[in-house]
């Protein structure tokens, strides 16, 4: 995503180009990535000090970057491989955005990305060119896993550069394509080579799951995961010209080959577009980018009545006695709908001057309202049932507003909002004034907040890129204690998710990071509930909690499309869902439904049973 838009990053070895395409218009995005010599063998992409960055990997041994939103050149090229780099990925070890590459010359490496400087040894013991790799979080370890010429697949642990388990073995030839994901609740790998098959393996045991995947009448040289109607599948392009997609559960093919490329299909990607889950492939000679509908029984009829651009946030309200979803999007619309019926509310819409960023709920001399913020640093209170707003924008932060809070300090509703500026502010709803001074601590943006009540004292819990979760007593303006610490990534995606609950007595705070872990805290004491709950494969972008069938429960969702339910007592996993597409937005509604935000689309449902 640039900007909000699903975009495409492809590579010409022969014009020694990296190009950025809008998947929305097929049109390209700037110029294209020059400034180096030498081919581009290999892209990927990462965040470098919350920046989307392009990772290449070049014909003369070096890894390259380049800056997405201005496509310039990022510091030197990162050299030390001795022959070509045929593939790179990027992982987060230790908090640093790191990227992974792999060469001819049989030997993986590490980079910081922040500073250029190559991390830890090469890893080495490779009987063949290393010629796919992908990076996997197993049991809060960050990984490596490589398929290499002689046909094996290894997993390597970044954090100490040590092989996982042997070498895992089964393809006839050269492991030429390799992808990740998660299947029934296990990290897996997929791959694919020029013996015509694709396998599966499950990266905890190291052994294979099920049958080979067949039917590619040539080669399979490259491999992508996606979700096709919350199924976990994998979409291989193979030398016949063909893209096929499999069920990952069941090792099925889903409907019939993608024909239309006129010689090999060496690359695969997948994302959603306009709600849809869409494959990105590349032909070897044929020179095209095309962009397939993996959803083709998508029903069709009346134009959409959504949004037209990304939800960012989603949450509930009661109006008159009904239940109601509020979704906030980049569209510039705050829409509202009926958790009844699915339906857009009588409310309607409402046209918000900025892409709604953040969006929560609150009572107003007993009116429900609608709280928003945008990216120009404003925040605006609406009436739910009139969609008018309510006194003047709240100002004070110096650039966008990412987060958002509504509760009560001695009786009086409040407004907490964390933003780019690494500060809190805290106003007075039915005045509209800020009460104090900001919070001031963070040194990276504030990317979520949340209120609870600790030992009888309103508090407010904020999660920041730098990692740290903070506690304010919002009577004083002050911190309660040491920060939070724990997160290895940052909080929110690029930053640290909130939210709090009250368990058993003990008010928590349950937060989730790009490191891709839930944590829970007991914020009576500071300290950490348990384990970091694990199961995500990408970054933890949302996280909610609240009460269904009677028990507490805390919801995460993911860049992964994976929104996974946890049994706030006890810790446990109490069910997941699979969208087709990142998972930006999750809020529990009072009669226990979910609300997701994906892509462009909000979805309402029952939890499913543990």
């Known amino acids: 995503m640039v900007d909000g838009r699903s975009v495409a990053v492809t590579f010409s070895s022969e014009d020694r180009t990296v190009r950025v395409w809008d998947l929305a218009s097929g049109r390209p995005i700037g110029e294209p990535l020059t400034g180096y010599d030498g081919e581009v063998c290999a892209v990927a992409t990462g965040v470098v000090d919350g920046r989307p960055v392009v990772v290449g990997g070049c014909g003369d041994g070096a890894v390259r970057l380049w800056d997405l939103p201005t496509g310039r050149p990022v510091g030197h090229p990162l050299a030390g491989h001795t022959e070509v780099v045929t593939a790179v990925a990027t992982a987060v070890l230790d908090g640093r955005p790191l990227a992974v590459s792999g060469s001819r010359d049989g030997t993986v490496r590490m980079w910081d990305l922040a500073t250029g400087q190559h991390v830890g040894k090469p890893l080495t013991g490779h009987n063949g060119p290393v010629q796919a790799l992908a990076t996997e979080v197993i049991d809060s370890r960050p990984v490596a896993v490589v398929g290499n010429g002689d046909g094996t697949v290894r997993v390597w642990n970044l954090a100490t550069g040590r092989p996982v388990g042997e070498p895992l073995t089964g393809h006839v030839d ?7 994901t998660v299947v029934d609740g296990r990290p897996v790998a997929v791959t694919g080579s020029p013996d015509k098959t694709v396998r599966r393996w499950d990266l905890m045991t190291g052994r294979p799951v099920g049958e080979p995947l067949t039917g590619a009448a040539e080669g399979v040289y490259a491999l992508a995961r996606g979700s096709v109607q919350d199924r976990p599948v994998a979409v291989g392009g193979s030398q016949d010209g063909t893209v096929r997609v499999w069920d990952l559960a069941t090792g099925r093919p889903l409907g019939e080959p993608l024909t239309g490329h006129t010689d090999g299909v060496w690359a695969v990607a997948t994302t959603v577009v306009d709600g849809r889950p869409v494959a990105v492939t590349g032909g070897n000679e044929d020179g095209e980018v095309r962009v397939w509908d993996l959803s083709p029984g998508r029903p069709g009829g009346e134009p959409p009545t959504g949004h037209t651009d990304g939800v960012w946030a989603v949450a509930t309200a009661v109006v008159d006695g009904r239940p109601v979803a509020i979704s906030g999007s980049r569209d510039g619309t705050v829409r509202v709908w009926d958790l009844a019926t699915g339906r857009p509310a009588a409310e309607g819409v409402i046209a918000h001057s900025h892409p709604a960023v953040s969006v929560t709920t609150a009572v107003l001399d007993g009116r429900p309202v609608i709280v928003t913020s945008s990216w120009e640093g404003e925040v605006r209170v609406w009436d739910l049932s009139t969609g008018r707003p309510v006194g003047e924008p709240l100002v004070g932060h110096t650039g966008p507003v990412w987060s958002l809070a509504t509760g009560a300090v001695e009786g009086t509703p409040v407004i907490a909002a964390g933003g780019w500026d690494g500060t ?19 040194y990276g943006l504030v990317s979520s907040v949340a209120t609870a009540v600790v030992e009888g004292r309103a508090v407010a819990v904020t999660g920041s890129w730098d990692t740290t979760v903070r506690i304010w007593d919002l009577t004083t303006g002050r911190p309660i204690g040491e920060p939070l610490t724990g997160h290895y990534g940052l909080v929110k995606a ?23 872990t839930v944590r829970m805290w007991d914020l009576s004491t500071g300290g950490p509930i348990g ?6 494969t990408d970054e933890v972008r949302a996280v909610a909690t609240g009460v269904v069938d009677g028990r507490p429960i805390a919801v995460s969702g993911s860049q992964d499309g994976m929104v996974h339910l946890w049994d706030l007592p006890s810790g446990r996993p109490a069910g997941q869902l699979v969208f087709p597409g990142p998972v930006r937005a999750v809020e529990v509604s009072p009669d226990g439904r979910l609300v997701v935000g994906f892509g ?6 029952a939890p499913p049973r543990p």
Not at 424 to 442: F, S
Not at 495 to 511: D, F, I, K, Q, S
Not at 600 to 605: G, P, T
């Open 494 to 516: 690029m930053g640290v998710m909130v939210a709090t609950a009250v368990v058993e007595g003990r008010p928590l705070a349950v937060t989730g990071s790009w490191d891709t």
């Open 424 to 442: 809190v502010w805290v106003w007075d709803l039915p005045t509209g004034r800020p009460i104090g001074e900001p919070l001031t601590g963070h």
């Open 174 to 180: 050269g492991v030429w394509a390799l992808a990740t």
């Open 600 to 605: 462009w689309e909000v979805a309402v449902l």
């Open 531 to 536: 384990e970091p709950l694990t199961g995500h």
